[in-house]
């Protein structure tokens, strides 16, 4: 068995604000690089931001974490910390969390 590796465990939550339903993952991803786990935020906030008639709080949002928050972000992973982002668009939270794990090589089925 090989040695555990390092990465991130990355997940994307929504919420409806309007209807208070429980949070629901929409999404995860393994990462095994910080610039790999915040570049799948980017990516995503990105598409969002200047979707139709946008969210002028949320395009906001979207791109103050791209130009600022983003480097805070990639320092905080590189520390080993946690990383929360959040976006409110429409009616709807739109949560990304950035956990480092370590990732556990999984024995084959048929070895001995």
């Known amino acids: 068995m090989t040695s555990p590796q390092r990465g991130y465990w990355c997940e994307c939550w929504t919420e409806d604000l309007i209807e208070e339903w429980p949070p629901a993952l929409l999404a995860s991803f393994d990462a095994y690089s910080a610039p790999q786990a915040?570049?799948?935020?980017?990516?995503?906030?990105?598409?969002?931001?200047?979707?139709?008639?946008p969210?002028?709080?949320?395009?906001?949002?979207?791109?103050?974490?791209?130009?600022?928050?983003?480097?805070?972000?990639?320092?905080a992973l590189l520390r080993a910390e946690p990383c929360t982002v959040s976006v409110t668009h429409a009616r709807t939270l739109i949560t990304w969390t950035i956990r480092p794990v370590l990732f556990l090589s999984l024995t084959h089925r048929q070895g001995s």
Not at 38 to 53: F, M, Q, Y
């Open 38 to 53: 915040d570049r799948w935020i980017a990516v995503v906030l990105r598409t969002i931001s200047p979707a139709p008639a």
């Open 55 to 75: 969210d002028a709080d949320a395009s906001d949002a979207a791109w103050e974490w791209l130009y600022e928050g983003r480097i805070e972000t990639r320092r």
